[in-house]
């Protein structure tokens, strides 16, 4: 990989610290799984244990400043938090560790009209299909949730907090949201490998990188690939294990879900009442908009 590299307590790390990395691709070049896989490293030992190691010292500079209300909850593991999916880290030896659900429509800076909740410091946040919160066309729910949202990630570098966000097309989600990130990836395509035994015993995706938004739009109209930096990322055991496939099933019958930063996610799989259930907890809207807005679909799925 040409991109500076170093060693951390037998870990391989880039040595910068990107606070919005934006993935692209066309549909099931792997996107999702490779924010699986980075989300995993910092679900686990040595990266939990210093993300954890650092949030706690400004949680206590903060109550120090007077903000008693302030502190870790007692199961947290890790500061990885997602919307929609299930990240599941496995390996190691460690025990599988569960990503934090994440309400999308709670995270922002207080506007007083939006409800949000306050996330941890050094949080790692993952948003796959970003542009189905953030329309480029201005939809419903970008207009509600653009300001206060995207003025918490035009401020998040000053805690510490970082963001992953994945979309099929590269110009389908938020025109500002997309100029906020200081690296980008074009997923180009994912390899599986298999033992004689048939296991999935590796995943590597290649990829085109690129500074920000601006370098791929040159890379874009022109297509010479030189402009971004080859890469490749390598998940050694079964990446799709470590993805709840079915956490947003849910959406093509009930509408959008999440829950709050400090509840541990739950696998969904095939089950109708759980679904439903997190549906009725956490709707988008309140129950009258939910209501009127999707009718229809609450029928079809009731019958």
């Not at 170093?6 to 924010?35: D, Q, W």
């Not at 209501?291 to 229809?296: F, G, L, R, V, Y």
Request: proline share 3%; charged share 25%; aromatic share 14%.
């Amino acid at each position: 990989m040409s991109v500076p590299l170093f060693l951390f307590a037998g870990v391989l790390m880039e040595n910068k610290t990107y606070y919005l990395t934006y993935v692209v691709g066309e549909r099931g070049v792997g996107k999702t799984t490779l924010l699986a896989h980075f989300a995993c490293r910092y679900m686990i030992p040595p990266l939990s244990v210093y993300d954890l190691s650092i949030c706690k010292k400004e949680i206590e500079r903060l109550r120090a400043g007077g903000w008693n209300n302030l502190s870790l909850a007692p199961h947290i593991q890790h500061l990885v938090y997602v919307v929609d999916d299930t990240f599941i880290a496995r390996g190691l030896g460690y025990k599988p560790r569960v990503s934090m659900e994440l309400q999308f429509e709670r995270i922002g800076l207080y506007d007083g009209v939006h409800e949000v909740d306050y996330l941890l410091p050094y949080a790692k946040i993952f948003l796959p299909e970003i542009q189905s919160k953030l329309d480029s066309r201005k939809s419903m729910t970008a207009e509600r949730v653009a300001d206060y949202f995207l003025r918490y990630i035009e401020r998040q570098r000053k805690v510490g907090v970082q963001m992953w966000a994945d979309t099929q097309i590269d110009d389908s989600a938020d025109k500002r949201f997309r100029s906020l990130s200081d690296k980008l990836i074009e997923v180009q395509n994912k390899r599986d490998y298999y033992d004689h035994y048939g296991r999935l015993i590796k995943t590597v995706w290649n990829c085109l990188e690129f500074s920000g938004v601006r370098q791929y739009a040159r890379y874009k109209d022109s297509g010479n690939a030189k402009i971004g930096v080859k890469t490749a990322y390598a998940h050694y055991g079964n990446i799709y294990a470590c993805v709840d496939s079915y956490s947003g099933k849910e959406y093509f019958y009930y509408g959008m879900t999440g829950n709050y930063h400090t509840t541990l996610a739950t696998l969904t799989g095939n089950d109708k009442a759980a679904m439903l259930a997190r549906c009725e907890r956490y709707p988008l809207f309140n129950q009258n908009e939910n209501k009127n807005n999707n009718s229809e679909v609450t029928e079809l799925w009731k019958s």
